[in-house]
């Protein structure tokens, strides 16, 4: 089992940056691939970055790639997102998900999920 809570969200302006953390229980943590997704009103949870579990190997949507960075400190048993250059239409809930099975953009890959946090980017 790894239990998951997200914090770092917020309200920011246009441009601007937020750092989403997720901390993980559990001593598993090192062997599970991670990702964060959003979920805006009205619209289908979508994937937003993944990463492995060595953190070697990360991916991107289109719509963030260059933006976002995600990472994760094993030690620490937390994830992270860096969120740069925010638009509008990066305003969602986050959450971030774990998986015992190789880094996936897919939703359904993943067995454990965070309750989420709030981002708003303000125009």
């Known amino acids: 089992q790894v239990q998951l809570v997200e914090s770092g969200g917020g309200l920011v302006q246009t441009g601007g940056s937020l750092r989403l953390s997720c901390a993980a229980s559990?001593?598993?943590?090192?062997?599970?691939?991670m990702g964060w997704f959003r979920q805006a009103p009205g619209k289908e949870r979508e994937f937003v970055a993944s990463?492995?579990?060595?953190?070697?190997?990360?991916y991107y949507a289109d719509s963030v790639k260059g933006r976002f960075i995600i990472s994760r400190d094993n030690a620490e048993i937390t994830v992270y997102l860096q969120m740069n250059s925010l638009k509008p239409t990066d305003t969602a809930v986050y959450f971030c998900?774990?998986?015992?099975?190789?880094?996936?953009?897919?939703?359904?890959?993943?067995?454990?999920w965070g309750q989420g946090t709030q981002v708003t980017v303000s125009s």
């Open positions: 998900a774990a998986t015992p099975r190789p880094a996936s953009t897919l939703k359904y890959n993943y067995d454990y």
């Open positions: 559990g001593h598993t943590f090192s062997s599970y691939a």
């Open positions: 990463i492995s579990w060595s953190g070697g190997s990360t």
